[in-house]
């Protein structure tokens, strides 16, 4: 997961391959509760891991929910241990919600009917999304909450209720602000069903009603059998009392599922038209884990996008989209149907032919931000004419390639904002594109960025490379680590790569000789080398940070770096390291021979004497017996044979920025190299 402060996306041409999808956020946190309040043992298979997932399971566990394991682990099922519909007696205790809905909502409402003394924070955003009609629903039940800081707002307090007063008469609730509401009422009404029927009117148009079938469906999973008149009134009949299913598995997310058929729409035809040679190769993006079994409504994003050209083909949980029309066709569409995904939408009319309209969209303005109003102004950001009501949002796409711009795109903390703009980076005018605080993806889809470069592609000129050169003991190993771990791409140690070939050549038995040169240079192209944090070295899945320092190692670095063959096949291997969404290179030659075209080249140096004491005090920090005057003359000598080597010797190249971080601190120079890189991307920091 990008846990940067913003996150730079290069210009991309295509997309084609397969993806899986996280658990649907909806299903999980619907399930979570259903079983939190079963009796018995409910097994949960394939549960999103996510911001609003954790923050349910810690409220549960508070509750006194048994869950196994603590933490959700991918492919890992999750067992739950149900309260049986009742607190132990004297519960009481704050719980943090952040800024989920579907578990501050539906907890609100089951823990006023449960008893106890509860009060419901979050994080500031929550405070400002309206909790007013569910409360005063509950409140016709006799059950007793009170408001914190605003009427009609988290946080609340909640007490032990009064049911003397609770009546037959129908429970009434608005529908037209959020289905969260009505969710919530008939997952925790159950409870009081005992003897009666228990019966709720909504006032006003419902929204959202695939939503409430989700609930529905769930339910009927947990032995609810909820009858459902009209989307007007809903009884839950006398009797009603949760039954855990022994285990249930959760769909993946049909709202992530918009991004990837979005996706599919947009640049799967990219590639085609740049590159006649691959004309005939299918392109296409294959969605697994939701498909036309689907129960949740946003599956109906499909129809919306094939309305708009995409080719979509579908099973039981699969879809295959591929581009049809181009560009894509303008639509005018009322959206109550797919609340969330149509915001996927309002990037896919930056690539129409006309004037899209998205209506009946009001709930967009209470959900993890005013999202109309975050909508027009980031498309507007990105040359957009946009028109914003009440309801509704209208679209008009930059006119020409030229009008088009680059833009930091500002996510107000919201998971959906973030990952339906990345779809710009498909921009006909090849322009980059900022993400602003990625990490905000977590809420629902923690890996989504690693799973759209998975399946993206993009020219290798178009592929940003940060490359730091120096002689030895410079540091540029410790400050391109640092640059590379604050903007998210990846990293590259050259000088390890000798390293691990004479580590993996010597490791399967091959003589580190020109008889072995060819079978050394095809097993070097082929390492799986990835260097992490921390400066660790992994090779596979076995950390080799400690095997490639020791002296054997040094020594068969040598022996392989005198075969031709095996320096060809590295420069090969180096090149392939430059990856979406970029690439930051530390060595000695990486701004003039392996990427002389990388738009930021940075020359380290510092005084001989200055390094000597640096690696002094590195080897004694280590408990390795070391002098300094020996470390001085071994680092003079190994500057004069790099500056004077034949191939490549180290030298600045000639449009690089000079460091000299003899005076400087490992942050200065990080900082400095972080700014210089600002100072060439096309827009400023937010």
């Known amino acids: 997961m990008f846990t940067t402060e913003f996150l730079d996306l290069p210009a991309l041409d295509s997309a084609h391959g397969c993806v899986s999808l996280p658990g649907s956020k909806s299903i999980s946190n619907r399930v979570l509760l259903l079983a939190a309040l079963s009796q018995g043992t409910t097994t ?29 682990t991918p492919g890992q099922a999750i067992a739950v241990t149900g309260i049986g519909g009742q607190l132990p007696g004297g519960t009481s205790a704050t719980l943090f919600l952040g800024n989920a809905g579907t578990a501050m909502r539906p907890l609100t409402a089951a ?11 979050g994080v500031p955003r929550m405070y400002e999304r309206p909790i007013g009609d569910l409360v005063d629903a509950l409140r ?61 009117e909504v006032v006003g148009e419902l929204i959202s009603k695939p939503y409430i079938h989700i609930t529905l469906e769930l339910l009927t999973r947990f032995g609810i059998e909820v009858r459902n008149d009209n989307w007007q009134r809903f009884v839950i009949p006398a009797g009603s009392r949760y039954r855990s299913p022994g285990a249930i598995h959760v769909e993946a997310d049909a709202s992530s599922a918009s991004y990837f058929i979005a996706l599919g729409a947009i640049a799967t035809g990219a590639a085609d038209e740049a590159d006649a040679d691959n004309a005939a190769e299918p392109k296409s993006i294959r969605i697994l884990g939701v498909g036309r079994d689907s129960i949740q409504g946003d599956i109906r994003f499909i129809e919306a996008a094939q309305a708009m050209g995409a ?47 998205l209506r009946n969209i009001a709930s967009w303005r209470v959900k993890e931000t005013d999202r109309i109003a975050a909508m027009a102004t980031e498309l507007r950001k990105l040359g957009a004419t946009v028109e914003e009501g009440a309801d509704f949002i209208r679209i ?80 540029k190993g410790t400050i391109a680590a640092a640059v590379a771990e604050a903007l998210g791409y990846h990293l590259l140690d050259s000088g390890a790569l000798y390293r691990i070939t004479g580590l993996a050549a010597s490791r399967a038995g091959l003589e580190l000789d020109e008889a072995n040169e060819e079978t050394i240079a095809e097993m070097a192209l082929d390492l799986p080398v990835r260097f992490g944090a921390d400066q660790r ?26 075969l031709p063959a095996v320096r060809a096949a590295l420069v090969d291997l180096q090149l392939s390291f430059q990856q979406l969404p970029g690439l930051v290179a530390d060595g000695r030659d990486m701004g003039t021979v392996i990427f002389p075209h990388a738009p930021l080249k940075v020359y380290l140096w510092a005084s001989a004497q200055c390094r000597a004491e640096r690696r002094y005090k590195q080897l004694i920090s280590k408990g390795i017996s070391a ?58 920091r937010a």
């Not at 823990?111 to 924070?121: P, S």
């Not at 088009?404 to 990952?419: E, G, L, N, P, Q």
């Not at 070295?537 to 005198?562: F, K, P, Y």
């Open 311 to 357: 080719q979509v083909e579908n099973g039981p949980n699969w879809l295959q989209v591929s581009r049809g029309s181009w560009p894509l066709k303008a639509i005018d569409l009322d959206c109550n149907h797919i609340p969330d995904a149509a915001m996927t939408l309002g990037v896919m009319a930056l690539y129409a032919d006309g004037v899209t309209t």
């Open 44 to 72: 949960i298979h394939d549960l999103l891991d996510s911001d609003d997932t954790q923050v349910m399971l810690a409220a549960l566990k508070q509750l006194g929910c048994k869950i196994k394991p603590d933490s959700v």
């Open 111 to 121: 823990l006023a009917l449960l008893g106890g003394n509860f009060e419901m924070t």
């Open 140 to 200: 016709q039940l006799g059950c007793r909450i009170d408001y914190l800081r605003d009427q009609g707002f988290p946080p609340l307090k909640i007490g032990a209720p009064d049911f003397s007063q609770f009546s037959s008469l129908p429970i009434q609730v608005r529908g037209d602000v959020s289905s969260q509401f009505l969710t919530s009422l008939l997952m925790a009404l159950p409870l009081l069903a005992k003897d009666r029927d228990v019966t709720i």
């Open 396 to 475: 008009t796409p930059p006119a020409a390639r030229a009008d088009w711009k680059a833009a930091s795109i500002h996510t107000y903390d919201d998971h959906r904002v973030a990952m339906c703009f990345s779809l710009a980076a498909f921009n006909p005018a090849k322009l980059p594109l900022r993400i602003e605080d990625p990490k905000c993806v977590a809420k629902t889809f923690p890996d989504y960025f690693e799973t759209l470069f998975s399946v993206c592609q993009s020219a290798c000129q178009q592929i940003p490379v940060i490359c730091i050169d120096g002689p030895t003991a410079s540091g």
């Open 537 to 562: 070295v992994w090779l596979g899945d076995e950390d080799i940070s400690l095997a490639i320092r020791t002296e054997q190692a040094g020594m068969n670095a040598s022996r392989v770096s005198a």
């Open 627 to 684: 002098n300094i005057s020996t470390l001085l003359a071994d680092l003079e000598a190994r500057d004069a044979r790099d500056m004077q080597r034949a191939t490549a010797p180290l030298k600045p190249a000639e449009d690089s920025l000079q460091l000299d971080s003899s005076e400087m601190t490992i942050e200065e120079v990080v900082v400095q190299v972080l700014t210089w890189w600002q100072e060439r991307q096309p827009f400023g």
